[in-house]
């Protein structure tokens, strides 16, 4: 049995992944969702009656949720084709504006829950399979205002590329998603105690044009997935300019 595994399936970019597939990936049997919102979850059962899903409602901070999906894995031995790690959080505000319990649930959300899932997963991935992982454009340079979030997303950025290139004899294949601003849910739990910085409001994303641009890099053997000319430009000045110089912007 061919499945494709996504987090963050119940809102934004992890829920358009989910479609994307419902879509375009024909050759799959299951589509496996998790997240915490069993009910947004369930309507993407409504949504495409002819795709089989198997939704699990878990808390990835709670890594006693995973048994189930653990279990299921077990039971079944599926051919993982697609992992796509979207669950993820950010809180916008300088390090002493925000809390320490939601930074350190941050970084166990968006880097050790994405290094689990990826150890779960890859036992059951096989020849030409694809992990997509959500990084940010946060990952290029450190963001003051933003500085755990980008942090995070720098661990998945590296942890990416580095995985891509282990995995290569196994022709599993690693791509870094790595979009600047995009329009979903994200800016409701980000903009806690501080709001968003109006150029980011400017150059918002659509989501469904994002995760397009990620399955056809990955198909096409990408390893950094950056959507737009805007991101693009600034992922250049992030490789050529010292960040010393360009941090100085940022704040
Ligand atoms: N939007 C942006 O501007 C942007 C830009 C670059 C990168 N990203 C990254 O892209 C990824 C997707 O974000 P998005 O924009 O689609 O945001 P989103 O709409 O807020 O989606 C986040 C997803 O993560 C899930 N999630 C949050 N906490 C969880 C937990 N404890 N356990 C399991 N799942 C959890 C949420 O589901 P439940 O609430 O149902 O659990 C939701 O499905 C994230 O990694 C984000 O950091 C976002």
């Known amino acids: 049995m061919k499945i494709a595994l996504v987090t963050g399936a119940s809102s934004g970019m992890g829920k358009e992944a989910a479609c994307f597939l419902a879509e375009h990936a024909k050759k799959l049997d299951e589509i496996w969702l998790v997240a915490r919102r069993k009910e947004e979850m369930q309507k993407l059962e409504k949504q495409y009656p002819d795709v089989k899903f198997r939704i699990f409602a878990m808390d990835l901070l709670q890594e006693v949720d995973e048994d189930e999906l653990i279990l299921a894995l077990n039971v079944t031995k599926p051919k993982i084709k697609y992992l796509v790690n979207a669950s993820g959080f950010g809180k916008i505000g300088s390090f002493r504006e925000t809390s320490e319990k939601?930074?350190?649930n941050m970084v166990r959300l968006n880097c050790e829950a994405l290094t689990?899932?990826?150890?779960?997963?890859?036992?059951?991935?096989?020849?030409?399979?694809?992990?997509?992982?959500?990084?940010?454009?946060?990952?290029?340079?450190?963001?003051p205002g933003f500085s755990v979030y980008a942090a995070s997303k720098s661990y998945v950025l590296s942890l990416s590329l580095a995985l891509n290139q282990e995995l290569k004899a196994r022709k599993i294949h690693v791509t870094a998603i790595c979009p600047g601003p995009v329009k979903t849910e994200f800016f409701d739990v980000a903009q806690e105690k501080a709001e968003i910085k109006l150029y980011k409001k400017l150059v918002m994303a659509n989501p469904k044009k994002v995760v397009k641009k990620a399955f056809l890099d990955a198909k096409k053997?990408?390893?950094?997935?950056?959507?737009?000319?805007?991101?693009k430009a600034f992922r250049c000045l992030c490789k050529v300019l010292p960040h010393q110089f360009i941090l100085k912007f940022i704040k």
Not at 121 to 139: E, K, N, R, T
Not at 221 to 231: A, C, E, F, I, Q
Request: proline share 7%; no cysteine.
């Open 221 to 231: 053997g990408k390893t950094v997935s950056v959507y737009g000319g805007t991101m």
């Open 102 to 104: 939601n930074n350190t």
């Open 116 to 143: 689990r899932m990826t150890y779960i997963a890859l036992p059951y991935m096989p020849q030409d399979s694809y992990i997509l992982q959500f990084a940010s454009s946060a990952a290029f340079v450190p963001q």
